[in-house]
């Protein structure tokens, strides 16, 4: 039979361990809040918004999400073109009538822009977070036969109508924010997003998780790889 002393030192030996633990995952959540990155701008219609000062000088550098839809604005609502070589992209902002009203960071990486006499970097970063995750088509299939997600389309109508997963809700991403009570209260219900290619569906995903929503599967890929692997569209 254990003695008195005995449990007293098996007590204090676990209550010991017990914070240690308690300290190490406060140590490891606060390395990981250290090391994500600050995000630039808002997130504003489904576009992420950054504001430029084009007489501001050098060195302007932003970090975004790879998958980003960007919009350009000036503190003053003055027009401002961006050019971002690597990218062959060139676009000015506000935009004319018709044009699309955003341009696309697809790819992660470093990329240097300049916007009048400014001249930064863009840095497009993939989208880590709790309750989020990404999957290849083939995944997606089998994690919609296993758990029934709400699967949720965030194209546009047509896009849409041109065929689209079945049983599929549609919420085009530009108004996502605006129509979050068309996915229900469950917020821990999973969410099973996609769009064309994964780059809707991230910006989708990162709204859903900002708004509560504690479970978002992307495909990765989008409804191009779903098709090209064969798996069954609805039109």
């Not at 017990?18 to 808002?42: I, K, L, M, N, W």
């Not at 062959?88 to 960071?105: D, H, L, N, R, S």
Request: proline share 5%; aromatic share 6%; net charge negative.
């Amino acid at each position: 039979m254990l003695s008195r002393v005995s449990i007293l030192l098996v007590i204090t030996a676990l209550t010991v361990s017990f914070a240690a633990c308690g300290g190490a995952d406060s140590e490891s959540q606060a390395t990981a809040e250290a090391t994500a990155p600050t995000v630039s701008g808002r997130v504003e219609a489904g576009l992420r918004v950054l504001t430029v000062d084009p007489t501001a000088g050098e060195g302007i550098n932003h970090t975004i999400y790879r998958g980003d839809y960007l919009r350009l604005e000036t503190p003053n609502g003055d027009a401002v073109t961006i050019t971002v070589p690597e990218l062959k992209i060139q676009k000015t902002f506000p935009v004319a009538e018709g044009e699309k009203a955003y341009f696309k960071m697809p790819n992660a990486g470093l990329f240097a822009y300049t916007t009048g006499e400014v001249s930064g970097t863009i840095e497009a970063v993939e989208y880590t977070a709790s309750g989020y995750q990404e999957v290849s088509a083939m995944e997606g299939a089998e994690l919609i036969k296993n758990i029934d997600p709400l699967v949720l389309d965030v194209r546009t109508p047509g896009e849409y109508a041109s065929g689209h997963l079945e049983n599929s809700l549609l919420v085009p991403v530009q108004v996502l924010q605006a129509e979050l009570g068309q996915l229900g209260t469950d917020k821990d219900k999973p969410i099973f997003v996609y769009c064309r290619s994964g780059n809707r569906s991230t910006v989708a995903s990162k709204v859903l998780l900002d708004h509560g929503f504690t479970n978002v599967v992307n495909l990765r890929h989008g409804i191009g790889e779903w098709q090209a692997k064969n798996l069954p569209i609805v039109r």
